[in-house]
DNA sequence: ATGGTTTTCGCCTTATAGGCGATAACTACG
DNA sequence: CGTAGTTATCGCCTATAAGGCGAAAACCAT
């Protein structure tokens, strides 16, 4: 192949396309890993296929790339008007999927997203949609149960490193209900005591003075928690190999 | 926008394309933020532009996508015929770039890949590419620039809880080069001593035998490690919330 | 009031990271 | 050969964060 030279496609965009094959254009979708927590475990909402290929199996939400839009726009909007979802409290991009046989019909490079719901928004969704738990999934089409299973991994790492449930809970919560949602996550038990402990001294958590005003089958009522930012925010386990004299402030800033 | 309906592009590619704009197709070029430690501190391969857009300016080697490739053969393909580059130690996606004007010529869509260079490999690069600091970046091209620092920051967390650092130093090390290569990704001092004694912990790296024939400075000379593997493994900070008797083997398996 | 239930706090143990000085193992030079 | 200089490594301690467990708090129902 000539000699070394160029790089990125210098052709103009719709150009004669020179060389060793620039210029090629593709199909592009953005698909959705939509996670929410219901009667305690973790759900995903999928798409039941009308057509071939894969018709009655199951595939992750999503849609073309428009022409004016960014990929997450452009899963936002899908989103919103297929599926009416717009509750969606945290949109991280997962990863993208280039296999040239992924989709029999043709090439299609698909970007995959991560969504997260809170468990009090209950979207209404179309009648061919419908949660299912992630760790029982249907029969799905293309390479979307590896995409989820992908997703799950993120989710599962970021939930322990970093302040992602706040996309999972209410605004305000007590550590019972947060505690759901890790267990529904981590896929193990969770000692709340632990939680509570954890997350305060890490100061990604807060008490509002408020609490439950009674809970239906008895008990002490709870303090009601809120996360101290809604966005996300890693904790410094990363500080591993920290410099000598160096102090981490609470507000993340360092010393 | 029509009823809720249909989720991905049913239209068979090439298909005449029907209501909400699907079947669009885009250029997606494959970009890599190739890393190197050179002189203790941390490098990027970058490519100088001939033509505009950017002429003059620097940029991410890199290609479009060729019909018959995934993404990451597509660029080590690239990377080899125009870089000549084939020592990589460490290719991993980073993350889909989408907006629609970061290339001033037209809509290209961009995946950006990160790429690691062991210390001991000095490939041959053509005249009009070059290494340059991180921390001191010639004027770049496109987004390349925040590319470049997203790059940087999962590299920096991964080498904290992962054995990522196996990718930048040659098959067998001595703490002290281990050292250079983990201060010039961090940023900061870091302690050999230390260095040695969390990761021979977390049974990250073993000890050979051997030792350095004799140090050019004089000095006792230094025993030769080893990662004991060389494939990306996280270590488990994410246990944190670990369940009650969960405990993890030294393999890695989960008892 | 009493018992059941759930939440939360306090005290302890364990695990991992990090600081610092002492010792080991060489080279260089008189 | 002996001694100074240099670099590597080890041992012992401290600091910090996570986790276990039981006791106390604060409600409900009878």
Redesign the interface.
């Known amino acids: 192949?000539g000699r070394?030279?160029?790089?990125?496609?210098?052709n103009?965009?719709?150009g004669t396309g020179g060389g060793?094959?620039?210029?090629?254009?593709?199909?592009?979708?953005a698909l959705a890993a939509v996670f929410q927590v219901r009667d305690g475990s973790m759900h995903v909402l999928l798409?039941r296929?009308?057509?071939e290929p894969f018709a009655g199996r199951w595939?992750l939400?999503?849609?073309?790339?428009?022409?004016?839009?960014?990929?997450?726009t452009s899963l936002s909007r899908h989103l919103a008007?297929?599926?009416?979802l717009t509750d969606i409290g945290f949109l991280e991009?997962l990863?993208?999927r280039?296999?040239?046989d992924r989709?029999p019909?043709?090439?299609?490079?698909a970007?995959a997203y991560v969504a997260l719901v809170s468990t009090d928004v209950n979207p209404t969704i179309?009648d061919d949609t419908a949660w299912f738990p992630a760790a029982h999934l249907p029969p799905t089409a293309f390479d979307h149960s590896s995409i989820i299973r992908s997703g799950l991994e993120r989710l599962?790492?970021k939930l322990?490193?970093t302040n992602l449930a706040f996309a999972l809970v209410p605004a305000y919560f007590t550590i019972a209900e947060l505690r759901v949602v890790?267990e529904a996550c981590?896929g193990?038990?969770?000692?709340p005591t632990?939680?509570q402990r954890?997350l305060l001294r890490r100061r990604i958590i807060e008490s509002t003075g408020r609490r439950t005003s009674s809970s239906s089958s008895g008990g002490r009522p709870a303090t009601l928690y809120r996360f101290r930012e809604r966005t996300l925010r890693?904790t410094d386990?990363?500080?591993?190999?920290?410099?000598?004299g160096?102090d981490v402030e609470p507000n993340g800033a360092v010393t």
């Open positions: 192949m070394v030279s160029r790089q990125e496609p210098d103009p965009p719709g060793d094959g620039s210029s090629r254009r593709y199909e592009h979708e798409w296929r009308a057509r595939s939400p999503g849609g073309s790339l428009a022409v004016e839009e960014r990929l997450g008007v297929k599926v009416d991009q990863e993208t280039s296999d040239v989709d019909r043709g090439r299609v490079i970007t179309p599962r790492a322990t490193y890790y981590l193990h038990a969770v000692s632990n939680l954890v890693v386990p990363f500080a591993t190999f920290r410099p000598p160096m």
